[in-house]
């Protein structure tokens, strides 16, 4: 796993030692920034089930402004820190170690945007539809902003979640990526 492209070019990330992480292969992550690169540089990405935090620091690579991860895995936080370090993005960094339920809350109290948001939960969780509910809610997603979903292909959203709309997917094998925006 490595960062794709920006200035931490080639950089090999830190993978997780069991199979609870599953990062998002190097061949979805060069196509799906390519299709969402215009929203990149100088944002503020959230990665809400950030793993690795592979997606997020790709971002901050890119010349997004700032990063948000959040995670309740003790686990995947140290692995997320540990890649933020090696990547030297610390700075453009806040991690937050969360339930999404509460990230999603606290970050609503503190009056945030977030040009990007990133989902990639554990697969057959069914988070997916309870996350985006909650990030439409707390009115999370700036207006010209969009959400990433990757997901089991298997899996199948609906057309519209309150003010959110589903827009495109692209399947790659069994990993579907879905895109909503308001």
């Given at each position: 796993m490595?960062?794709?492209?920006?200035?931490?070019?080639?950089?090999?990330?830190?993978?997780?030692?069991n199979e609870d992480v599953r990062p998002t292969t190097d061949r979805v992550k060069e196509s799906l920034f390519n299709m969402i690169n215009q929203y990149i540089m100088e944002s503020n990405v959230l990665d809400l089930f950030a793993g690795t935090?592979?997606?997020?620091?790709?971002?901050?690579s890119r010349g997004a402004k700032k990063c948000t991860f959040v995670d309740i895995s003790q686990e995947s936080i140290e692995l997320t820190k540990s890649n933020i370090k090696k990547a030297r993005v610390e700075n453009e960094s806040i991690i937050l170690k969360s339930d999404f339920k509460d990230a999603i809350g606290k970050l609503k109290l503190q009056g945030n945007k977030f040009d990007v948001i990133?989902?990639?939960?554990?697969?057959?969780?069914?988070?997916?539809?309870?996350?985006?509910?909650?990030i439409d809610n707390a009115e999370l997603l700036d207006e010209e902003g969009i959400i990433v979903i990757e997901h089991d292909s298997k899996e199948d959203f609906p057309e519209n979640i309150g003010r959110l709309e589903k827009y495109k997917s692209k399947k790659y094998g069994s990993t579907t990526i879905t895109f909503y925006k308001l």
């Amino acid at each position: 796993m490595r960062v794709i492209s920006g200035k931490v070019r080639g950089l090999k990330l830190n993978t997780p030692k069991n199979e609870d992480v599953r990062p998002t292969t190097d061949r979805v992550k060069e196509s799906l920034f390519n299709m969402i690169n215009q929203y990149i540089m100088e944002s503020n990405v959230l990665d809400l089930f950030a793993g690795t935090g592979s997606l997020g620091i790709e971002c901050l690579s890119r010349g997004a402004k700032k990063c948000t991860f959040v995670d309740i895995s003790q686990e995947s936080i140290e692995l997320t820190k540990s890649n933020i370090k090696k990547a030297r993005v610390e700075n453009e960094s806040i991690i937050l170690k969360s339930d999404f339920k509460d990230a999603i809350g606290k970050l609503k109290l503190q009056g945030n945007k977030f040009d990007v948001i990133f989902m990639d939960p554990p697969y057959y969780k069914n988070m997916f539809i309870d996350a985006l509910e909650k990030i439409d809610n707390a009115e999370l997603l700036d207006e010209e902003g969009i959400i990433v979903i990757e997901h089991d292909s298997k899996e199948d959203f609906p057309e519209n979640i309150g003010r959110l709309e589903k827009y495109k997917s692209k399947k790659y094998g069994s990993t579907t990526i879905t895109f909503y925006k308001l």
